[in-house]
């Protein structure tokens, strides 16, 4: 009852790297496609270096590097994954930035990587970015081309 009298909180999701955005339906990873891992979208990158998509803490870096997961300060827990199969490269295209616990925003950088070493082992190079813990959409974004500042959607 006292809910209706509570003021929402959004969250701002920005896009982690420069690039084309891609429908998460399109991505040719049916476990992405399919939203197995959780709601998101993906990237077509046009530059190498991924940021945190929105404010909170580095909660787990995983050994292969592809992959970065983040917590939101109103607790949405966040995925970055990048690249498709990009885990049979043992994490020789990525240099992580952060550390677990890191506090981060739009402007930490998480990760460069070489995305022509992922190309050259024939790995396709979209960025992934999964909401892990929650079914909000990202179905309303426009494909379009996104800049890594530039704030996506707003939930709450």
């Given at each position: 009852?006292?809910?209706?009298?509570?003021?929402?909180?959004?969250?701002?999701?920005?896009?982690?790297?420069?690039?084309?955005?891609?429908p998460?339906?399109?991505?040719?990873?049916?476990?992405?496609?399919?939203?197995?891992?959780?709601?998101?979208?993906?990237?077509?990158?046009?530059?190498?270096?991924?940021?945190?998509?929105?404010?909170?803490?580095?909660?787990?870096i995983?050994?292969?590097?592809?992959?970065?997961?983040?917590?939101?300060?109103?607790?949405s827990?966040?995925?970055?994954?990048?690249?498709?199969?990009?885990?049979?490269?043992?994490?020789?295209?990525?240099?992580?930035?952060?550390?677990?616990?890191?506090?981060?925003?739009?402007?930490?950088?998480?990760?460069?990587?070489?995305?022509?070493?992922?190309?050259?082992?024939?790995?396709?190079?979209?960025?992934?970015?999964?909401?892990?813990?929650?079914?909000?959409?990202?179905?309303?974004?426009?494909?379009?081309?996104?800049?890594?500042?530039?704030?996506?959607?707003?939930?709450?």
């Amino acid at each position: 009852m006292f809910d209706l009298f509570k003021k929402k909180k959004t969250e701002a999701f920005f896009a982690p790297v420069d690039g084309q955005f891609v429908p998460l339906a399109e991505v040719s990873d049916p476990v992405f496609a399919q939203k197995m891992m959780g709601e998101g979208f993906g990237i077509q990158p046009t530059a190498s270096e991924i940021y945190a998509p929105i404010k909170g803490t580095v909660t787990t870096i995983f050994q292969t590097k592809h992959a970065i997961g983040l917590k939101s300060t109103l607790g949405s827990e966040v995925l970055i994954h990048i690249g498709l199969d990009t885990v049979e490269l043992a994490g020789e295209p990525f240099d992580v930035h952060v550390k677990e616990g890191q506090t981060v925003d739009e402007k930490t950088l998480l990760v460069t990587v070489d995305f022509e070493k992922v190309r050259s082992a024939g790995k396709e190079e979209v960025v992934l970015t999964l909401l892990t813990n929650g079914g909000e959409s990202f179905d309303s974004l426009e494909k379009k081309k996104v800049n890594h500042s530039e704030q996506l959607k707003s939930i709450g």
